[in-house]
């Protein structure tokens, strides 16, 4: 049996794919373990930001970034890496964390539908963060100088919060269905499984279902606590009096 265990965590992906493919390369039983802190992000990061070239370092950190959204993912380990790399696997691999103990799922597929036609009547040139806004129907100065308010898709997912948008994008970034363009401003694409589930509308018409994991919540908000009792008028009025000779008698 072999191992590569990675102490800390890599700066990209691509470094980390070649390393675990170091593994079962004779062909034996071979394992994969990954250990990661949001300490490891701050140090690359600041290694990163010094270094002297700027235009390499803006597209390292979005490495970097994408390598802990990675180590942070409820989606197929496997899948994940294979999209990365411009492939497509349409089942889950079955062996890594996520499938053996894998999370809750829902039908994604309306929340997919959404997300790629929003990216596609944007044209493909906006990140994540103002596609999420587009979705969410954000009055945002620059969405509407753009145009985007009026697309058919401008607020068509205000049901959920920017939070859950972004926990289901990154989902779909994982699983193949778009991909991010760090060369050209981080914009989301459409690939070609996009494409099979925007124009040949795979999913209605054989009953198939996207599934996604269902967006960890940030916490349950606290109930607002009960309004005290107001006390009776009369019993304050009463405990008035009661004080007032109480004060008299010590006078």
């Known amino acids: 049996m072999r191992w590569v265990i990675h102490y800390n965590l890599p700066k990209n992906l691509e470094g980390y794919y070649q390393e675990i493919g170091r593994a079962g390369r004779d062909g034996a039983k ?15 990061r600041d290694i ?32 994940i890496l ?54 969410r129907g954000s009055g945002r100065k620059e969405i509407r100088q753009l145009g985007y308010d009026t697309i058919k898709t401008y607020g068509a997912g205000r049901d959920l919060s920017q939070w859950d948008w972004q926990q289901y994008l990154m989902q779909l970034v994982n699983l193949g269905y778009l991909e991010i363009a760090y060369d050209a401003n981080s914009v989301l694409r459409l690939t070609a499984a996009s494409h099979e589930v925007l124009f040949k509308e795979q999913n209605s018409a054989t009953g198939e ?29 009463e405990l008035f009096e009661q004080l007032r000779q109480v004060r008299k008698e010590i006078a």
Do not use: H, W
Not at 30 to 44: G, I, N
Not at 55 to 68: G, T
């Open 82 to 135: 294979l999209a990365y790399f411009s492939e497509n696997l349409s089942n889950n691999c079955g062996n890594c964390d996520i499938c053996r103990n894998p999370p809750q799922y829902i039908d994604g597929t309306q929340i997919a539908q959404k997300a790629l036609s929003a990216v596609y009547r944007v044209n493909e040139q906006v990140p994540m963060g103002m596609l999420i806004d587009v979705l």
């Open 30 to 44: 071979a394992d994969t373990l990954l250990f990661y802190s949001f300490a490891d992000v701050s140090m690359l």
């Open 48 to 79: 990163i930001q010094n270094g002297e070239n700027a235009a390499q370092n803006e597209i390292q950190l979005v490495k970097l970034e994408r390598m802990q959204q990675y180590a942070e993912s409820l989606a197929c380990r496997r899948r």
């Open 209 to 237: 279902t996207l599934q996604l994991q269902r967006a960890p919540g940030r916490g349950k908000p606290q109930p607002k606590p009960s309004p005290k009792p107001r006390p009776n008028k009369s019993a304050c009025d």
